[in-house]
């Protein structure tokens, strides 16, 4: 089985000794965990994926776990059959992607600053830039992850009936850095499932092309890879091998 985890926007796939995908490389020997340019926009990361699988897995069917914005790149790859892939991808698990924009991207990109949250948007934003200086240098990648943004891609890069999707979501909580991220979204949300969301993606964005495959995640974004900024040694305590097990086992059984 060749197998790929496709990480998403701002971390790089390696740092501080730690994997963007926590721990998981000892799980999966044999997958590829590509790199690409973490303030790249969503056409350049997605030619950067493709290179990096075409030259690992030269032959055979292939899956891919994507987090985040990893999802975007990868629709992108398949739509365009970047490097001749698209007819080996057997499925792509989409895991928290945006596929409909999110709100914080739209924050970031100067898009939405509701005046009666813009105390809520301001905080959010300092503890943002606090953390990850580099966000404010990267207006171009934050505008592919826009819902204004996202309306277009989703016109330009519909599902290839020949790959099976399969999207997951979360709306727990974890690391203090994505509070007021996400009472934000929750507060500007217009449905339900809008209001939902992981402190960066809600959970109507991750909803593509079809439901989910099992109930939501009860974590937040960064949990969903394996970290809790405010625990010891950012460990979070949901259970994430399990459940990109859990990913893994459904696409490719």
């Given at each position: 089985m060749?197998?790929?985890?496709?990480?998403?926007?701002?971390?790089?796939?390696?740092?501080?000794?730690?994997?963007?995908?926590?721990?998981l490389r000892s799980s999966y020997p044999q997958a590829l965990f590509a790199t690409v340019n973490v303030l790249g926009s969503i056409a350049d990361r997605a030619g950067e994926l493709a290179a990096a699988i075409a030259k690992q897995f030269p032959a055979g069917d292939i899956?891919?776990?994507?987090?985040?914005?990893?999802?975007?790149?990868?629709?992108?790859?398949?739509?365009?059959?970047?490097?001749n892939?698209?007819?080996?991808?057997?499925?792509?698990?989409?895991?928290?992607?945006?596929?409909?924009?999110?709100?914080?991207?739209?924050?970031?990109?100067?898009?939405?600053?509701?005046?009666?949250?813009?105390?809520?948007?301001?905080?959010?934003l300092a503890l943002l830039f606090a953390k990850f200086p580099a966000l404010q240098n990267s207006s171009g990648a934050v505008s592919d992850l826009t819902t204004r943004s996202a309306q277009q891609f989703n016109q330009d890069f519909p599902a290839d009936p020949g790959v099976s999707y399969y999207p997951y979501a979360a709306n727990g909580h974890g690391s203090?850095?994505?509070?007021?991220?996400?009472?934000?979204?929750?507060?500007?949300?217009?449905t339900p499932l809008e209001k939902e969301n992981d402190g960066v993606v809600s959970v109507a964005s991750a909803t593509w092309p079809g439901p989910f495959i099992e109930?939501?995640?009860?974590?937040?974004?960064?949990?969903?890879?394996?970290?809790?900024?405010?625990?010891?040694?950012?460990?979070?305590?949901?259970?994430?091998?399990?459940?990109?097990n859990r990913v893994i086992t459904h696409a490719t059984s």
């Open positions: 060749n197998l790929v985890f496709a990480s998403g926007f701002l971390v790089p796939q390696e740092f501080a000794d730690h994997g963007y995908f926590r721990d899956h891919i776990v994507a987090h985040s914005m990893g999802g975007l790149d990868s629709r992108y790859l398949i739509a365009k059959n970047l490097n892939l698209t007819s080996r991808i057997r499925s792509l698990s989409t895991i928290s992607t945006p596929h409909w924009g999110s709100p914080v991207a739209d924050l970031l990109a100067g898009q939405a600053a509701p005046p009666l949250l813009s105390v809520l948007a301001e905080k959010a203090t850095l994505l509070i007021p991220a996400n009472l934000f979204i929750g507060l500007i949300g217009g109930p939501h995640w009860n974590t937040d974004h960064f949990g969903e890879i394996g970290y809790d900024l405010d625990r010891p040694g950012f460990q979070t305590t949901f259970p994430y091998k399990v459940a990109i």
